[in-house]
């Protein structure tokens, strides 16, 4: 059967710098943007209601105060993990229209709260032009989470936002694939350091959207499932200007939705976010128009009659990752002729509108990996040029104390999905009846001095 669509508006825009002193940023505006384009009929999706957020208001905030906003975004999260899980719970595939980055907090407590719930891990795929890397390790201070939601999801940070309900990390660094950052991102070294699978976009596009969605599978092989980020500032600005951060060297449309369709066309997908659409920079919709033509493409899979409801994979371990030939690939070349290459057109990197960064990055200084950083991990990174794509994948290396994750001892209806670990994969969350993935909120605890933030 086909699985059934869920949107949910997550119009947050508490991880964004304002543009100006006296504005605020338009991201909020993105959901109700894309919705006049009909996403919801075309998609036939449910519509499953929004997430207010806070107010914002940046009030007396200075550089050394923490992340902007850390306990109203602390409060969001917990409540869009709370929505994203009782939607799953239905058996559905929820698509988050955010809103900023700082969404990715909310999608991935619920992704761990689902991983302990079965016994296993959840992965994810992270499709953004920009790392959103920077943390108090690599940067003088920090400042907007939308710049820093991928240090925080990864447990790297001030434990109010990167250690909710005494979760940390919500996902591995081995469990994590960045997809569509610019060949010299200032945190590229950091990531692989780290361990953090990348693959830039001349390596992405040298390979083909549809073989990068399919060799982002391989990467998540021993991953119960994995969830999708996706922020559009991954495209070009010569063909998506309307973000808070254009950034020139990104992909087009076309790939996009081939990128997409691969990585949704498995029931081990278990969700997708969008993220950074600024309707302030398209006044005639025409960006908005494009954004919903790709997803609802990018999505046919999801709703395809042959589509299968989301399953977790067992976590036994898997032989080693392997490129090339695979159902992902074979999906998005029905859906777009070949490997799409022949639609998305090359890019010449036009510079687009200028823009204030509005994830705080133009006030920091260039960090990235120190100078003594040991010489195998610089020349195993260095710069990406277009004529000589590399794809730099980072041996997997085992967690330390703090990135440990191991599964709470599950009980009742969660023992129940974990015996069945060593066999088939499990049915779809549904199954298991509502409730499976909330958790009560932990007691109050007062929260740690905002100035005293926690190493990577």
Not at 116 to 139: K, M, Q, Y
Not at 140 to 157: K, P
Not at 416 to 439: C, F, H, K, M, N
């Amino acid at each position: 059967m086909m699985r059934r669509i869920a949107v949910l508006d997550a119009p947050t825009n508490l991880g964004l710098r304002p543009p100006t002193s006296t504005s605020v940023p338009g991201c909020a505006k993105a959901p109700g943007a894309l919705r006049d384009h009909d996403l919801l009929a075309r998609l036939r999706a449910r519509d499953a209601g929004c997430v207010t957020p806070p107010r914002y208001d940046p009030g007396d905030w200075r550089p050394g105060d923490g992340v902007c906003h850390a306990r109203e975004i602390a409060d969001y999260s917990l409540a869009l993990a709370e929505r994203i899980g009782s939607i799953i719970d239905r058996g559905e595939f929820p698509v988050v229209l955010g809103g900023d980055c700082s969404v990715l907090l909310g999608s991935a407590l619920a992704m761990h709260r689902l991983g302990e719930a079965v016994g296993g891990r959840i992965g994810l795929v992270f499709v953004d032009g920009h790392s959103d890397f920077r943390h108090p390790g690599n940067a003088s201070y920090v400042g907007a989470a939308a710049g820093e939601d991928l240090a925080l999801v990864t447990g790297r940070g001030q434990a109010d936002l990167a250690a909710l309900e005494g979760r940390r990390p919500y996902f591995r660094d081995i469990d994590v694939v960045v997809l569509g950052i610019r060949a010299q991102d200032e945190y590229r070294l950091d990531l692989q350091a780290a361990g953090i699978t990348t693959r830039p976009v001349p390596a992405l596009r040298a390979e083909g959207a549809a073989r990068t969605a399919q060799w982002a599978h391989e990467q998540l092989a021993d991953c119960a499932g994995y969830w999708v980020h996706i922020d559009v500032d991954v495209l070009d600005p010569a063909v998506m200007p309307a973000v808070d951060a254009p950034d020139p060297g990104g992909i087009a449309f076309a790939e996009l939705e081939i990128l997409l369709a691969g990585l949704v066309d498995t029931p081990h997908c278990l969700g997708v976010e969008l993220t950074v659409f600024d309707p302030d920079y398209d006044p005639d919709g025409s960006y908005a128009a494009e954004i919903v033509n790709t997803v609802v493409a990018g999505l046919a899979p999801v709703t395809a009659p042959e589509a299968v409801p989301p399953r977790l994979l067992s976590p036994r371990p898997t032989p080693s990752p392997r490129r090339g030939n695979g159902r992902g690939a074979t999906a998005a070349e029905r859906l777009a002729g070949r490997d799409g290459l022949d639609r998305a057109a090359r890019l010449d990197g036009r510079d687009g509108p200028d823009r204030v960064d509005e994830r705080g990055g133009d006030d920091l200084p260039e960090s990235g990996v120190s100078d003594d950083q040991p010489a195998g991990v610089r020349s195993s990174v260095g710069a990406v040029a277009d004529d000589e794509v590399t794809d730099a994948v980072a041996p997997a290396a085992e967690p330390n104390g703090a990135g440990e994750w191991p599964p709470a001892e599950p009980t009742g209806l969660a023992a129940q999905i974990a015996a069945t670990v060593d066999r088939e994969p499990v049915g779809p969350p549904a199954s298991a009846g509502p409730g499976l993935l909330r958790r009560p909120a932990p007691p109050a605890e007062t929260p740690p001095d905002r100035h005293e933030a926690d190493s990577a």
